[in-house]
């Protein structure tokens, strides 16, 4: 059998933890984990999203600008409100904030963001209800069950997952791609962001958590977070900032699936008779009624909208996978496959980065966000330039003609 990481690490041994520490005589070429997962969906979507060549022309309000960014929907601006509620909610933990009071701080933010996505007034009722429905659930009940048995130690905290081998590229003098001679010259660093890292008060075992929402709803999905790069990235950077994590979970936020247009979220509608009774399930013959109009009518509050759905209803909007264990094996994949990576993702030539044209617009799946750039040449009008989240980092870009350009990653 093949040793593994070239003859370094013989097959049956465990990664080398100790060697994956950020070693400073190296260039630290970083990647944060939602750039690497876009690599693995589509390199094309890579270089759209993180190297596209308008960097070299301008900067905006002062920071480059790496690629570019598909502009708002629905989708990305919900996901983003629900991130900001959770954060928001978890910040001054174990203080929980006043459910109605999380909503008013920050649905407004995100409503500016809808308004500039353009979506159908019906829309942005559907989001608010879902908003303060799924906010008001959080700090009733989600957060102080997981509080009951864990403490928090950290939230939205960055770890780093230094790799301890990396192919040997780099620029000469003359700012040409050479192969290195001593490898440990470059050392790619993977940054991830854990939603939370949980401590069990109990045992001490560390537990790395997730927030997601999703159209899905029963146990059959929870399966496939077992092997997502997301969470065993997640474990692994868990695992080297705190010496041991144990597992993994995932809540998931509930939003209802779209039918005819309209989501199916018991946050998002209501059903009124005509003598004036209320449901928070579908009655045949009553009228649906968006709930923000409904509380608005009734002068009533989410705690009130809540009460009147039975146990099975309530439960249903939020779902927590179970423990996910770390992979050792992927763990080591990932170690094994990345360190070649450097050379690849360094690039600001287009046909660097292949397209992957199975993940363009699926009958399945929904549309790449890349997919106008990639088909219909809008790249120009319908994306805007990305501002990268971090602060610039040492890295040294190159093109063909062997000019080295330096920016962020
Ligand atoms: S549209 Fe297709 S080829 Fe283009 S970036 Fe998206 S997945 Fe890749």
Known sequence: MQPRFGGILPDHMALPYDEMVLRPDALHVYIDRTALEWYWQC??????????????????????????????????????????????????????PNPTELGTAVLPLVMQDMAAASVAPHVLKEYTGLGMGL??????????????????????EELLIPLPYTWGHGLNKLGQLVHLQDPAKVQLVIRVKPDLVLRHKADGQVVYFEWKTTSFTGTDQLAAFEINPQIQLGLLAARLKYGHAEWAQVGLFYKGQKRNNQRTSPFCYGYV???????????????????????MEQEQDMN??????????????????????????????????????????????????????????????????????????????????????????????????????????
Request: hydrophobic letters at 40%; a neutral charge; glycine letters at 6%.
């Open 273 to 295: 008779c005509a003598d004036g009774r209320l449901s928070t399930r579908y009655v045949k013959g009553w009228h649906k009624q968006p709930l923000v109009d409904i509380l």
């Open 135 to 156: 906010a008001h659930q959080l700090v009733t009940h989600i957060l102080p069950v997981l509080l009951q048995d864990h403490e928090i130690i950290a939230v939205e």
């Open 43 to 96: 390199p094309r979507k890579f270089y759209w999203g993180r190297r596209h060549a308008s960097f070299k022309a301008v900067t905006v309000d002062g920071k480059p600008i790496l690629g570019l960014e598909p502009q708002a929907n629905e989708h990305r601006v919900f996901g983003k409100l629900m991130h900001k509620l959770v954060e928001v909610a978890t910040s001054k933990l174990p203080t929980l």
């Open 304 to 409: 009130w909208w809540v009460k009147q759905m039975d146990d099975e209803q309530e439960q249903g909007q939020f779902w927590v996978t179970p423990p996910l264990m770390p992979n050792a094996v992927q763990h080591e994949a990932f170690v094994d496959q990345l360190r070649g990576l450097v050379p690849r993702i360094l690039s600001i030539e287009q046909d660097d980065y292949p397209q992957s044209f199975v993940q363009c617009n699926g009958p399945f799946g929904k549309t790449c966000d890349y997919y106008g750039a990639c088909y219909m040449g809008q790249q120009d009008t319908t994306y805007v330039a990305r501002i990268p989240h971090h602060d610039p980092m040492p890295i040294i870009l190159y093109n063909k003609k062997g000019h080295a350009l330096s920016a962020a990653v």
